[in-house]
């Protein structure tokens, strides 16, 4: 059964830094495309990036690019964000989402649907 554990949420200040953590279990994020997705009270889910390690392929979205780094770590099936210059417009809840399907993803742009979400982790910034 394929599973994903998110955790390394928490309250920060702004300018403060967090990093999550994706973990798998069930497969191998080597080879699964594994996007992180966050949702703020009364908006809409946001991707905010992707990656495939065995594609060596990343994404960011414009929000977070130049403060967010996501990076895989094979031998712990992890998949970490770490988030610098956090700002308040950064709280959410972080999912992490993983697919089989990584070149019809990439092809869309890691858009998704994804077949598996993790729980979820807050993050919050406090200015």
């Known amino acids: 059964e394929v599973q994903l554990v998110e955790s390394g949420g928490g309250l920060v200040q702004a300018g403060g830094s967090l990093r999550l953590s994706c973990v798998g279990s069930g497969f191998t994020v080597d080879d699964y495309i594994i996007a992180w997705f966050r949702q703020a009270p009364g908006k809409e889910r946001e991707r905010i990036s992707c990656i495939s390690s065995g594609h060596h392929s990343t994404y960011y979205a414009d929000t977070v690019k130049g403060r967010f780094t996501i990076s895989s770590d094979n031998a712990k099936n992890t998949v970490f964000l770490q988030m610098n210059s956090l700002k308040p417009e950064d709280t959410a809840v972080y999912y992490c989402?993983?697919?089989?399907?990584?070149?019809?993803?990439?092809?869309?742009?890691?858009?998704?649907?994804?077949?598996?979400w993790g729980q979820g982790t807050q993050v919050t910034v406090s200015s």
């Open positions: 989402a993983a697919d089989s399907q990584i070149r019809a993803q990439w092809s869309k742009g890691c858009r998704g649907p994804f077949d598996y």
